[in-house]
Structures are given as structure tokens and as C-alpha cells.
């Protein structure tokens, strides 16, 4: 199966887990794609000082990939660190981030959930 630029889903999701401005989702995967396995598999993009805020994932594992931009991730030990493209975040179950864009540019990253129990 072939999916074509253009032919994603598209999310608007405002104040992302209590971030501030609005997270652009567009979904390269749909939900019953993931076979039970996982929940997200989308690009992401956020424009300058945007965020989505403090999360934990509880049952599953997140990957982030930054392909553009420039931002901070905090993470729950306390560390804030930041973030380029080539950069990725992994966020175990039980663990939680947050990622804000510091730049001036759309910070644009692939995000990717599975669940632990998968």
C-alpha cells in the first residue's frame, strides 16, 4: 500500500496537554493501521513558542525524531536539553516530557507510540 503526500490525516489539537499554542499531528498512520501494536505514527509540527505540554506515558513507549527546527525537551529527571534536527527523544513507560519550540522556525518532528504490552 502506497499513501501519497497529501492524503494524511490531518489534527489541529490546541493547548496539547497544556502546551501553549496548537500541535499540527498529520497522521501517517491510522489507528486500526497499527494492528493492536501502537497509537501514533505522525509527523508533528510546532511554530515558534508553541508546545505540548507535560505528559507521562503510562503504557507505552514515545520516539520522537526532530527533522527541523530547533526546541527543548524536558524530561522528568529534571534535564532540559536541547534539540535539533537528527535529534531524537525516547520516553519509556513511566516517564514523562514535555517539547517546546525555542526557535524561529516550525520545530517538525516523527513521533512514534507503541504500546509496552505490544
Known amino acids: ?22 500541535f499540527v499531528v498529520e497522521n501517517i498512520l491510522e489507528p486500526e493501521q497499527f494492528y493492536g501494536k501502537g497509537r501514533l505514527f505522525a509527523k508533528g509540527t510546532l511554530a515558534p513558542g508553541d508546545s505540548v505540554g507535560w505528559h507521562v506515558h503510562q503504557a507505552d513507549t514515545e520516539i520522537c525524531y526532530f527533522l527541523s527546527g530547533t526546541g527543548i525537551v524536558k524530561e522528568d529527571d529534571g534535564v532540559q536539553t536541547n534539540v535539533c534536527a537528527g535529534d531524537s527523544n525516547i520516553v519509556a513507560p513511566g ?3 514535555e517539547i517546546i519550540n525555542t526557535g524561529e522556525q516550525d520545530l517538525v518532528y516523527i513521533a512514534l507510540i507503541l504500546f509496552a504490552e505490544a
Open 1 to 22: 500500500m502506497i499513501r501519497k503526500n497529501g492524503e494524511y490525516r490531518i489534527d489541529i489539537r490546541e493547548k496539547m496537554m497544556g502546551g501553549n499554542g496548537c
Open 95 to 97: 516517564h514523562g516530557h
